[in-house]
């Protein structure tokens, strides 16, 4: 049976409704009614800043010519103040969308023409959804909300998203922010996300051949002068992963991290903002790094300049500039925080502290006024991308988008189809869903957040279009569904309304249990302390689960692991489903799932860990198992200990098996190793050693190794479905510090009953097959590396001839 291509076809119907209609957004002829105010209306226009036929370089310098030194001193806030003598209005630059315009920031408002916007599930969900394609489509939608709400007042046009951080441990609170433990797939995320919100270059028609076939991480060149819709921000800079654990904070902790970790695990991210994504901005975070806050670290601040090409401006966390004094004790006084922050390249505080500090740092000679004056150039070359100050903005190229372009149709398809993507079926025993619609009489939905819509976005939030729960989703499958809340909060604190749920569910055909996690439970400045459910939610699903006629499904939410190890053991529990925070379609997703009108193929972007885990310091960084201290690592590149479900696990209703169709079994490296190297090589063989190893960066040619690798995937059930295709990497244990497997390509594709589709996959040696060695430097193991598809595996032999 020759093998059908539906992958292209497949992302073309997620987003092509998207993207065709998206020039039609900005040629519109419909006028903006705004009260927006902006600089370089007449007669201010004449200055030289607000020349458009000038570079932008000239024009910030000009602004900045014209600043008195306490008016360039009140631009260093989040909330920049006016300056009426030459035209400029306050702005705010603190706005959020990290899946979605949030209520987060005084840069956002829905107290006017745009009462609500559209709600996509929270990161951690949608990177379930292993869709490079969605992820990008996610991004251009909220840019699209969010310049809107600008044109008529109620948003700014510097967005603090998205957050790369790597979900390093399963208590973290805000790790339902984050795509996940994998380095890989959060730099896929950033670059996609960056990428679809900026909307660089003014290309904000966008092209549909591009976006819906293979997403290149190469494209999108630019000067760093480029025009912006909107402004991107990458955070938090870095290693920040603990909110409040014990002793330790997030305003004062220091995360003691190897330079090994820092290059392979921690960075990547970050690296892949700026170079790949291009970001517009970054955020530096909280916390100290090996004893330095990171908003005071000269050498990591300047290496995403220098080394990584970053065009932009670098935010703190708020008030992480006063931390450095306040908490860290890193300096003597303010003054000496707002130099340093200053000196080692943060821009702009979000806070006061700068604007409080600044003037008698100054005084005190800590302080020069150029220093302020590079933080300013920053700044304003970022606004000037934007836009800003190029006049009347309803004449601009995304003047006609306004409150029509917010909770459309195609925003609200959008995101159910994101939420659809990103559910995980984690267990279903005896293929007991999908249910049949004609069969099922009655369901009982226990639980409270069954039947709750203000929680189903999780942190960074804002007010959804058309919100459904759990139970209102059940309600259009099936007319008699009762519901219970089972517990009176998530928490769970007393077995009170336990009477109320065994009633529904004794009378009921199906039982459906929603339990798991909200921002009770985990969130910003609160970590969890036990990965078990909460309370006595564990008690009411055993007590359910013993009454009712049929085994149960059971759901859960939250975005941290949950050790769920007796609800997978439990014949009686026929089916769970993690649904994270869906977002406003969360409950149409599920419903759909649980009646088979969606096969679903969700995959878990992290490991979740036993109970047992927690076992394991928080504030331990290393992601390397050392055994002679009885630690296990972290994430499934490192982890040694047992698991209740790994890293990129997930079901589905039908069964697939691969073949590889073609890939390599031996690459030479001869001609790919500068001289140098080689005549080194040259001497250690003839003096009897045997090298395993060669340094990446000695590799002269890394693009002579790359190879293509075709995988055929065969659906060989009943139901077609979408499928997450996963390539790892592994290499010889005996090389000290290499992980167990990393992945190293995903694809999501469509797949028809009892056919088969491709996937392709660049697979590059110098990256996918390397790793950091204890400096920090990137090596490539010679000899046998393994190609890891599911249960199919292949030799790739790298020599050295």
């Known amino acids: 049976m020759s093998p059908v291509n539906w992958s292209s076809l497949y992302n073309l119907t997620i987003i092509t409704f998207f993207f065709l209609n998206f020039n039609l957004f900005l040629t519109a002829s419909q006028t903006i009614t705004t009260n927006l105010d902006y600089p370089c209306k007449p007669p201010y226009n004449s200055y030289p800043f607000c020349d458009i036929s000038l570079p932008i370089t000239t024009r910030a310098q000009s602004l900045i010519s014209h600043l008195t030194l306490p008016e360039k001193i009140q631009q260093l806030c989040n909330n920049a103040s006016a300056i009426p003598r030459l035209g400029i209005p306050a702005y705010e630059w603190w706005s959020e969308s990290l899946h979605g315009i949030a209520t987060n920031g005084p840069g956002i408002s ?15 969900v949608t990177a379930s959804a292993f869709n490079r394609t969605l992820w990008y489509a996610i991004a251009a939608a909220i840019g699209v909300e969010a310049r809107a709400m600008y044109n008529v ?23 339902q922010e984050t795509p996940g433990e994998d380095p890989m797939v959060a730099s896929a995320f950033a670059v996609e996300f960056v990428r679809g919100f900026q909307r660089e270059n003014s290309n904000v028609g966008g092209n549909v051949k591009r976006i819906v076939g293979k997403r290149s991480l190469s494209d999108g060149d630019d000067d760093g002068n480029s025009g912006l819709m909107l402004s991107a921000c990458c955070k938090h800079l870095i290693s920040y992963d603990l909110e409040l654990w014990h002793n330790f904070t997030r305003y004062n902790f220091n995360a003691l991290v190897t330079e090994q970790d820092m290059q392979d695990t921690y960075q990547p991210p970050f690296r892949s903002c700026i170079q790949q994504g291009k970001a517009s901005c970054l955020m530096c975070s909280y916390n100290e790094v090996n004893g330095i806050p990171a908003c005071a670290d000269r050498e990591l601040l300047q290496k995403a300049r220098k080394d990584w090409g970053f065009q932009g401006y670098i935010a703190s966390d708020c008030d992480a500039v006063a931390t450095i004094y306040e908490y860290q004790n890193y300096t003597k006084s303010p003054e000496d925080a707002v130099a340093i922050a200053l000196k080692s390249g943060t821009d702009i505080n979000c806070g006061t502290y700068m604007l409080l ?34 006049g009347d903005p309803s004449k601009g190229p995304y003047g006609n988008l306004g409150p029509k372009d917010v909770c459309t149709a195609e925003h609200k398809t959008l995101a159910l189809e994101a939420a659809r993507q990103g559910i995980v079926l984690l267990k279903n025993r ?37 919100p459904k729960s759990v139970f209102e989703g059940l309600q259009a499958y099936v007319k008699n569904v009762n519901y219970a809340p089972g517990c009176l909060a998530v928490p769970c604190e007393s077995t009170s309304g336990f009477n109320e749920a065994i009633s529904i569910a004794k009378d009921a055909d199906i039982v459906v249990i929603v339990a798991g996690l909200d921002l009770s439970q985990e969130t910003e400045d609160h970590d969890r302390y036990s990965l078990l459910l909460p309370g006595f939610q ?19 939410t939250g975005g941290g692991p949950i050790d769920l190890s007796m609800a997978d053991r439990d014949e009686r529990i026929a089916s769970i489903l993690w649904i994270g925070y869906p977002g406003e379609a969360g409950g149409n997703a599920l419903a759909e799932i649980i009646f088979g009108d969606y096969n679903p193929g969700g995959r878990l972007p992290l490991t979740w860990y036993p109970e047992a885990f927690t076992s394991v310091p928080m504030n331990d960084m290393n992601m390397r198992a050392d055994p002679s201290r009885g630690y296990p690592g972290r994430t499934y590149r490192f982890y040694t200990g047992d698991v209740v479900y790994g890293f990129g696990y997930g079901l589905s209703f039908t069964d697939y098996t691969y073949k590889l169709l073609n890939a390599p079994k031996q690459l030479t490296m001869s001609g790919s190793i500068n001289p140098e190297a080689k005549k080194k090589i040259q001497l250690q063989s003839g003096e009897g050693y045997q090298l ?12 002579s190794l790359r190879f293509d690798l075709q995988v055929s995937i065969t659906n060989e059930g009943d139901m077609d479905g979408s499928h997450v295709v996963m390539i790892y990497s592994s290499v010889s244990s005996k090389h000290a510090g290499a992980p167990r497997k990393q992945l190293i390509g995903f694809d999501r594709v469509q797949t028809t009953s009892y056919r088969s589709t491709e996937s392709s996959f660049v697979v590059d040696p110098c990256n996918h097959f390397s790793f950091a060695d204890e400096h920090g430097k990137r090596i490539l193991p010679l000899g046998d590396h393994t190609l890891l598809l599911e249960d199919l595996k292949h030799t790739v032999s790298i020599q050295i001839q």
């Not at 009982?444 to 039947?451: K, M």
Request: aromatic residues 8%; hydrophobic residues 40%.
């Open 110 to 124: 829905f107290n006017g023409t745009v009462k609500t916007a559209t709600s996509f599930p929270q990161v951690i």
């Open 153 to 175: 007042g109620q948003a700014g046009l510097t967005f603090w998203a998205p957050n790369v951080n790597i979900f390093r441990d399963p208590r973290w609170g805000r790790g």
């Open 357 to 390: 500090n600044t003037k008698s740092a100054v005084a005190q000679g800590k302080v020069q006024e150029k220093d302020i004056d590079k933080a300013l150039l920053n700044l304003f070359l970022v606004q000037l991308r934007l836009g800003l100050f190029d």
């Open 430 to 466: 005896n293929k007991f869903l999908p249910l049949k619609k004609n069969s099922v009489s009655s369901i009982a939905v226990i639980g409270p957040l069954a039947n709750d819509t203000s929680k189903m976005g999780g942190g960074y939030t804002g007010i959804p279009c058309s």
């Open 538 to 556: 564990s008690k009411l699903i055993t007590t359910i689960a013993a009454i009712s006629k049929k085994p149960l499904v059971l759901v859960i």
């Open 692 to 703: 395993d190893y060669i340094h990446v960066d000695k590799v002269e040619s890394c693009n």
